[in-house]
T-cell receptor, first 114, second 115 residues
């Protein structure tokens, strides 16, 4: 069982370009999340999905969009990348939306926008 | 909305020293509490969690945390740290009722253990 995979591992992107970060889980978890991790700011939620077909905005959603067409995949798209989106992006999942569930994290994508 | 404060942003300890990392949260209702650890170059993984019962919870690798409701605290402890405990530690809180979405993380504490 792979758990959560993310692709790419790292990427350097020119400002203004469109980029999709991929996230796939094989645990059949209902809930999925995208976080960005920045020095001194910890993890901040970008978008979430409690179940396939539904999504919601987190703490820092501007400039990002997500879709949840099926249970396994939760791609994050930057429509027009800006340097402030330079960060490490983590995808996570939970069995359900319950507050007691543990979150499982992917290995992360390191994105640099120049 | 809840918030999480981690007071120590960078901690340096010698091996065998005792560790206590502070975590305080603000939320008016019942919460579930988590500590996650991120070892260098790795993704976050659960260290321990509390959602009911004994307020002293034990996690992996000899870590424990105590939930003190009156102080809104969930401090992480380990009696004797090892070099391999060098990592970043994140406290997180989730309201007990309702779905996900509101897991809020602290900004993290970087622990450096010197051999």
């Amino acid at each position: 069982i792979a758990g959560i995979t993310q692709a790419p591992t790292s990427q350097i992107l020119a400002a203004g370009r469109r980029m999709t970060l991929r996230c796939t889980q094989d645990m059949r978890h209902n809930a999925m999340y995208w976080y960005r991790q920045d020095l001194g700011l910890g993890l901040r939620l970008i978008h979430y999905s409690n179940t396939a077909g539904t999504t919601g905005k987190g703490e820092v959603p501007d400039g990002y969009s997500v879709s949840r067409a099926n249970t396994d995949d939760f791609p994050l798209t930057l429509a027009s990348a800006v340097p402030s989106q330079t960060s490490v992006y983590f995808c996570a999942s939970r069995p359900s939306g319950s507050g007691t569930d543990t979150q499982y994290f992917g290995p992360g994508t390191r994105l640099t926008v120049l | 909305a809840q918030s999480v404060s981690q007071h120590n942003h960078h901690v340096i300890l010698s091996e065998a020293a005792s560790l206590e990392l502070g975590c305080n949260y603000s939320y008016g209702g019942t919460v579930n509490l988590f500590w996650y650890v991120q070892y260098p170059g790795q993704h976050l993984q659960l260290l321990l969690k509390y959602f009911s019962g004994d307020p002293l919870v034990k996690g992996i690798k000899g870590f424990e945390a105590e939930f003190i409701k009156s102080k809104f605290s969930f401090n992480l402890r380990k009696p004797s740290v090892q070099w391999s405990d060098t990592a970043e530690y994140f406290c997180a809180v989730n309201p007990f009722s309702g779905g996900y979405q509101k897991v809020t993380f602290g900004i993290g504490t970087k622990l450096q253990v010197i051999p």
